[in-house]
C-alpha cells in the first residue's frame, strides 16, 4: 500500500461524483475532505482483513477488488467483485465493529479511504449526509438478499450459467492471467471447483457452451439463458 499525494480539488470532483456525497453542500463535502487519502494497491495485495479495525469508507478510484469469506475449512466464497467508481465498506464504518469481509486487489489499483471519525462526526451535525448513507446501505441490504436467494433456490449449474452470462469475454477467453479459473468461479458461486466442473460439463452437454483449453465460449446465448 503506498499513499498517493492528491489535492483538495481532486478531492471534491471524486465526492460530487459519488452517490453517497453528491447532493452534499459544499461545506460538508469540504470537511470530509480532511479526512479522504488516496492508496495504491498491488494486484493480489490485501487491501484489509475480516476482524481487522475498520480503517473507513473505501471508493475504488481506478481498478478492481474483490470481497470475499474464508469458512473454518479455508473454502473462499466471493461476496462480490466491485471495479471502479464502487465504495464499499460501510457497515463497519457506522456500526463501530470490525471489517465483516476480506478485501484484496484484483489488479493494480487505487483506493479513496475516508476516516470512518470523519464520517460519524458529519453525520451527526448533518441529517442529510445520513439520508444519503440510509439509502445506499439499502441498496448493498438489496444486493445481499439476492445474493442469499440465489445460493438458497437455484441449483450451482444455474448459477454458473447466470455467472457466465454476465462476465466480460476477457475473463472467459482471455489470456491466463486475466481468465477466470475454475477455482476463481467456485468461488464465486460459492461452491467447490469439483461441482463447477460437472456444471460446466452439463452447459457444454447442453449445447450452451463449449469450454477448450479452460477457455469458454458461448455458443448458443439463447440457450444459456434457459439455464439461468
Known amino acids: 500500500m503506498h499513499l498517493i499525494k492528491t489535492s483538495d480539488k481532486e478531492k471534491l470532483l471524486v465526492l ?3 452517490s453517497y456525497f453528491s447532493d452534499l453542500s459544499s461545506k460538508i463535502l469540504s470537511e470530509i475532505v480532511q479526512g479522504m487519502r488516496l492508496y495504491r494497491f498491488e494486484k493480489n495485495e490485501a487491501v484489509f482483513w475480516e476482524g481487522d479495525e475498520s480503517s473507513g469508507l473505501h471508493m475504488i478510484r481506478r481498478g478492481s477488488v474483490r470481497l470475499f469469506k474464508i469458512s473454518p475449512q479455508g473454502r473462499e466464497l466471493v461476496v462480490k467483485v466491485m471495479g471502479e467508481g464502487s465504495t464499499f ?3 463497519p464504518v457506522f456500526d463501530h465493529q470490525p471489517n465483516p469481509v476480506n478485501v484484496s486487489a484484483v489488479e493494480e489499483s487505487e483506493i479513496w479511504i475516508i476516516e470512518s471519525e470523519t464520517l460519524r462526526r458529519c453525520i451527526n451535525q448533518y441529517p442529510e449526509l445520513a439520508q444519503s448513507v440510509i439509502h ?3 441498496v448493498n441490504l438489496r444486493m445481499l438478499l ?3 436467494e440465489e445460493l438458497s433456490f ?3 449449474t444455474n448459477r454458473l450459467a447466470r455467472l457466465i452470462n454476465k462476465l466480460p469475454e476477457e475473463q ?4 491466463k492471467e486475466g481468465r477466470l479459473t475454475q477455482d476463481d468461479l467456485a468461488a464465486r458461486l460459492g461452491t467447490v471447483r469439483e461441482v463447477v466442473a460437472r456444471s460446466l460439463k452439463e452447459l457444454e452437454k447442453s449445447g450452451a457452451i463449449d469450454v477448450k483449453r479452460g ?3 458461448i455458443v448458443d446465448s439463447d ?3 434457459e439455464w439461468t
Open 16 to 18: 460530487n461524483a459519488n
Open 154 to 156: 437455484y441449483q450451482v
Open 223 to 225: 440457450r444459456l439463458v
Open 146 to 148: 439476492g445474493k442469499v
Open 136 to 138: 445506499n446501505l439499502c
Open 89 to 91: 465498506n460501510e457497515v
Open 215 to 217: 477457455q469458454i465460449t
Open 172 to 175: 472467459l477467453q482471455g489470456k
